[in-house]
């Protein structure tokens, strides 16, 4: 339409301008960051700690978590009546009192109350879904363990590692995250056999 010698000079318009394609492969997100609820309490936490803000309650769904329900008969029978050996047990009494230490250190944070309590509550989802099923269905031991391994410890460690990877406190680990496994078993919120038919 132009020609072969048309020439286009003195333009503005406030960006490129080309007769033809412009490619440019800087792009710039201005979105703001996309934070999940973990990431956000987990940050949270950080500046409660290092601003030493202290929360002297404890909230309500860690009380839940916390309190030993009726009929609890403990950790070692639990797990004696799942068909744990001694050694198996003498591991998880470990692990529970591991976790027991730093929810205790961190117990005056309400941040990490709320890390806590959540990471108890989807604790207790998957073994409820994964795992309970199997116990019922009086599956053997090592499938029960890798139905525990794979889609409760797995998933909830996929996520400290994702959403809490800036944590510099909690620092939980898979032992920690088996730790909060037997918390809950040994105030009978977990159970290893099905009681209903004794």
Known sequence: MFGDNYKQ??????RDVAGGNIINNNYINNYPEKVTWYQRRFRKLALEIEQDERYEKTIDDLVYYNTILDGSIGLEKKLQDGGCSKEEINCAIRQKLKFAKKQEKYKYYQSAQYINSHL?????LKFNDCVKPLIYSKADKVEILKAVSNNVIAPILNKLYTEGADDDYL????ED???????LTGSC????KNYENV
């Open 9 to 14: 000079e003195n333009i503005n318009a406030g």
């Open 120 to 124: 108890f509550a989807e604790i207790l």
């Open 171 to 174: 620092c939980y680990d898979a």
């Open 177 to 183: 995250v088996y730790g909060m496994v037997y918390y």
């Open 189 to 192: 919120h977990i159970n290893w």
